[in-house]
């Protein structure tokens, strides 16, 4: 059987080494697009929290992911910097140059070899695809070091075929390999077992690190990250908060911490500062405007917290209890009331900074505004509200339409009807319209304001904290054809926040139409 020499080990514990992949797999999730600073922003955290390496984007899909991958290559000072490229000449030549600036820069090359991918979606023959890794990973290889090839599809392929293609991709100077569950489809047991057959039958597999990459269709797909290193894998591809397509990748936070809680069992580590886990899933939770559900492992809102009678006394008496970690292990500090109407700049800054939340100096003073604007109608000002607060504040800052002001009225008698004022280019403008309830109301009246055909796909609401001056927050998609956004809006008032959260999506909208119109006349 092979070993893998290439492994990082120290000690007695072997290296995961954790790929993220929030910025390429994680803004594939519908509705998720991130804009370029806040591509930045998160790639610095990513860097500084110790993750290994960063998939930064996929250059040849626009000339934004182009730059901001190339962005992100010239700022990075520890992580390796990976572009994605299709088995394509010319994606794999536009990888090349987006990292070529990067202290560590790797191209990640793929290409389907299941069955059904192969029949359907590449119209190849198995033949003809083992040509094209030799060719695509060579030239990755002629312009970097560090090549990752992925067998897209790996666990629907025949594990003979899937070792022929594993061969071919090493022999080609493939330094990773990467066996993703590219549908969520393969169970634990399966997964652990094609990677240790794959490194056992195939006769240089030595010569590379390999690499699991889970989907969650099934729900599996922590398990199966885990299943995959016990079976040999010594990277992990993961994305923070398991954002990506359909029902999203396995989480950074979990596979780290799950880990790190049982090291009895698995004697693996990683690098990651487990302390910053929490300030990582608010800040992609801000940038995508993707909420958190609140019993999320790791770092949901409820995942310290105990209602439960039995439980409170059992962590009264010792936390180890009902707790297999500390929510200090994860960098979650207790929800604090000192923040008020007086407070001043030096106090709203360091809360913003234990909150993780950093700010430049036009956004800074934005939100110190906002704050003391809600600190005026809200006797305490909770961590979650000025979240909240920065939340709504970054995701609007550019918007073109605003709401100026609104009121409804409501009742059991009805109509309800909303009247609405808002700002754009053009000016003040008002409706007014009734509705079936006052949010179809208020809606009703934006669309008045606002002409346009997106449907709405989501509209929840949630109280930030407790208390009945609580802030709303409203969480709103829209879905124009093939396009879907996805924003949100908090205020006291819920009609305010549902008008802010309609508004914000219709901007995003708006912007994302105008970006594909310069990228397609560019690309003419």
């Not at 962590?315 to 209890?321: A, G, H, I, P």
Request: charged fraction near 25%.
């Amino acid at each position: 059987m092979s070993t893998q020499t290439s492994t990082p080990t120290t000690g007695t514990r072997d290296r995961v080494l954790i790929f993220d992949t929030t910025l390429r797999d994680g803004e594939q999730c519908p509705g998720a697009t991130m804009t370029f600073d806040e591509k930045l922003a998160v790639a610095e955290l990513l860097d500084t929290m110790g993750v290994d390496i960063i998939e930064a984007g996929f250059p040849i899909a626009s000339v934004g992911d182009f730059e901001a991958v190339s962005e992100i290559a010239k700022r990075t000072k520890r992580a390796t910097i990976a572009g994605l490229a299709r088995a394509i000449t010319a994606d794999i030549a536009r990888a090349g140059e987006a990292v070529r600036h990067a202290q560590r820069g790797r191209i990640h090359t793929f290409v389907s070899t299941s069955p059904i991918h192969l029949a359907h979606q590449m119209r190849k023959s198995q033949d003809e695809v083992l040509e094209i890794i030799l060719k695509t990973v060579a030239q990755a290889r002629d312009l970097v070091e560090d090549v990752e090839w992925s067998a897209m599809d790996a666990t629907r392929t025949p594990i003979d075929y899937l070792c022929r293609t594993v061969e071919a991709a090493i022999k080609a100077g493939a330094t990773t390999i990467n066996l993703p569950d590219t549908v969520g489809y393969a169970t634990p047991a399966e997964y652990k077992e094609m990677f240790r057959a794959v490194r056992e039958r195939v006769p240089n597999s030595d010569k590379a690190i390999f690499s699991v990459h889970c989907h969650n269709d099934l729900g599996l797909a922590i398990a199966n990250s885990l299943a995959g290193i016990e079976g040999g894998a010594r990277q992990v591809e993961c994305t923070i908060n398991g954002i990506g397509e359909r029902a999203g990748n396995a989480a950074l936070e979990e596979i780290v911490m799950a880990i790190r809680t049982r090291a009895d069992v698995m004697p693996y580590e990683t690098g990651i500062e487990s302390q910053m886990l929490t300030r990582a899933s608010k800040l992609v939770s801000h940038a995508t405007n993707f909420p958190v559900q609140f019993n999320k492992a790791i770092v949901g809102r409820n995942a310290f917290a105990h209602e439960s009678g039995i439980h409170q006394d059992g962590m009264l008496k010792n936390s180890e209890t009902y707790e297999i970690m500390t929510p200090a292990s994860v960098g979650l500090t207790k929800t604090s009331l000192v923040m008020g109407k007086h407070s001043g700049r030096a106090a709203f800054r360091s809360k913003l900074e234990d909150l993780g939340l950093l700010l430049s100096d036009n956004q800074f003073q934005d939100a110190f505004e906002r704050f003391k604007a809600l600190a005026d109608r809200k006797k305490h000002v909770y961590d979650e509200d000025i979240e909240a607060l920065v939340d709504e504040n970054l995701a609007t800052a550019q918007d073109r339409i605003r709401l100026v002001s609104l009121s409804v009225i409501a009742g059991t008698r009805g109509p309800q009807r909303a009247t609405l004022r808002i700002q754009d280019e053009t000016g003040s403008r008002i409706e007014e319209a009734d509705g079936n309830g006052p949010v179809d109301a208020v809606f009703n009246a934006i669309r008045a304001l606002v002409p346009h055909e997106a449907q709405l796909d989501l509209y929840d609401v949630h109280a930030v904290t407790g208390g009945t001056d609580a802030q709303a927050e409203v969480t709103v998609r829209l879905r124009d054809g093939d396009r879907s956004i996805t924003a949100r809006g908090a205020d006291p008032d819920t009609l305010v926040a549902s008008a802010k959260a309609y508004l914000s999506a219709l901007n995003k909208l708006s912007a994302q139409a105008v970006r594909l119109h310069a990228q397609h006349a560019a690309a003419e």
